[in-house]
């Protein structure tokens, strides 16, 4: 996901494995031009690798690619989808956790990107479902505070949760949200990756799915993601 400097031949890689997460191996003599690894650990490389237990750094011993994505990476906008999702992947897992689940989301958004899918509306439910699997899904059914059905209304990032009409302006930085953005939100949760094939929201409706989302990520990781600022000139 992610590689740095290391002293004068050496690069540190954080890398994604579904077995032990996010986790920063060291790629020994990386940055010489002779060595193996050149070309293998950039990101969005898909590889099987061997790691030997360090000291404080599991060195990679071997590695082989299985999935390059050659098409993301030869478009600015899919590389700068592809970019948001490796900082929004690697600024929200926690390291040396088991991950299987948000592996597997990762490589099937790369996988859609690749393909030249839309972005919109894939980038709203990988986050939805990473969310989901962070245990931090927003809830778009119930009041949080009179527990009604609401069908609009307003959503707090702070709470995760959508309020009423009633509730929602009492619920602090709370947000409005459309019907349509609730029922969005409610199939997206459902949906299949493969169901969102082909499907486009209004601009007004992408904006608003956008919008909320963002506002519910910033609020639990308060980091800001430089490639958000790409995204943002690139539609701009
Ligand atoms: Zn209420």
């Known amino acids: 996901m992610r590689r740095r400097p290391l002293g004068e031949a050496d690069e540190i890689v954080t890398c994604l494995s579904p077995e032990q997460g996010k986790l920063d191996a060291v790629a020994k003599g990386s940055r010489r031009s002779q060595s193996r690894l050149v070309g293998l650990l950039e990101p969005f490389t898909y590889l099987h690798a061997q790691l030997a237990r360090g000291k404080t750094l599991d060195p990679i011993t071997q590695a082989r690619p299985v999935k390059t994505f050659p098409a993301l990476r030869a478009d600015l906008e899919r590389l700068a989808y592809g970019s948001y999702l490796l900082e929004l992947w690697s600024s929200c897992l926690p390291f040396r956790e088991p991950a299987p689940r948000a592996f597997s989301l990762l490589v099937q958004?790369?996988?859609?990107?690749?393909?030249?899918?839309?972005?919109?509306?894939?980038?709203?439910?990988?986050?939805?479902?990473?969310?989901?699997?962070?245990?931090?899904?927003?809830?778009?059914?119930?009041?949080?505070?009179?527990?009604?059905?609401?069908?609009?209304?307003?959503?707090?990032?702070?709470?995760?949760?959508?309020?009423?009409?009633?509730?929602?302006?009492?619920?602090?930085?709370?947000?409005?949200?459309?019907?349509?953005?609730?029922?969005?939100?409610?199939?997206?949760?459902?949906?299949?990756?493969?169901?969102?094939?082909?499907?486009?929201?209004?601009?007004?409706?992408?904006?608003?799915?956008?919008?909320?989302?963002?506002?519910?990520?910033?609020?639990?990781?308060?980091?800001?993601?430089?490639?958000?600022?790409?995204?943002?000139?690139?539609?701009?």
């Not at 602090?172 to 949200?177: D, E, N, Q, R, T």
């Open 109 to 236: 958004g790369l996988d859609a990107l690749d393909r030249g899918w839309s972005p919109t509306l894939l980038c709203r439910w990988l986050e939805l479902h990473l969310l989901d699997e962070l245990g931090y899904a927003p809830d778009f059914s119930e009041c949080l505070s009179c527990g009604n059905l609401v069908k609009q209304g307003w959503f707090s990032p702070a709470a995760g949760q959508i309020a009423c009409r009633g509730c929602g302006p009492s619920a602090p930085g709370a947000l409005p949200v459309s019907p349509r953005a609730v029922s969005a939100f409610r199939h997206l949760r459902r949906m299949a990756l493969s169901e969102l094939q082909g499907r486009a929201p209004t601009p007004e409706l992408a904006a608003e799915l956008q919008g909320l989302l963002r506002a519910h990520l910033a609020h639990h990781w308060p980091h800001s993601l430089r490639s958000l600022k790409v995204l943002e000139s690139l539609a701009g």
